[in-house]
């Protein structure tokens, strides 16, 4: 019986997951569309999505530090103060791109993110990653390429926009690079929410 009941608690936690995660695919699918959709400017539209994000986990955090279980030591506020300040940059250059550029060009530039943390931690932190790290890069960036390669000259011509939205990609590896390592230090909710504020 308590196999059975461990069989179904497990069921229920992977359904979660998955439910989850196609909520995540889901937002960010829709990411690049509202923003086009809003016909205002990339700070406007930052400032409003970050609002909107403090006041959430604001709730959040307070329940979270009310029940004890917030961990957010002061050694890492340094990290938070930067990751903000990277967060902050990721948000506005990529939603200040989206309304300059096409959203495909936003998307995919935006997202070479990955590219810079790979480089930033093996030149930077002297991280050594696995080789299926590298694989799994290469065969993004491949996909991306072929994506844009349909019609390289209209989807990626270097204007503003394409340069804004590699500068996202840029900044939001700034972000994960800093991360990484506060992570270690401090529960998820509390340090989201912080540097979240800061940003």
Known sequence: MA???LDSASITATRRAYAALAGGVLCIGFAPIFPKLAHTTGDVISTWRLIVATLTLTILAAITWWRGRARLPRAILWTVLVAGIAFASDMLL?????TITSA????????????WVALGAWLLLK?????????????????????LGVDWQSNLALDRGALLSIGSGLSFAVYQLVTHRAREQADSLSYVWAFTVVA
């Open 3 to 5: 196999a059975s009941h």
């Open 94 to 98: 990529w939603n200040t791109a989206l």
């Open 104 to 115: 495909s060009t936003a998307a995919l530039l935006g997202n070479t993110a990955p590219l």
């Open 127 to 147: 991280d050594r990653l696995k080789p299926s790290y590298w694989v799994g890069l290469t065969i993004a960036m491949s996909g991306m390429v072929l994506i």
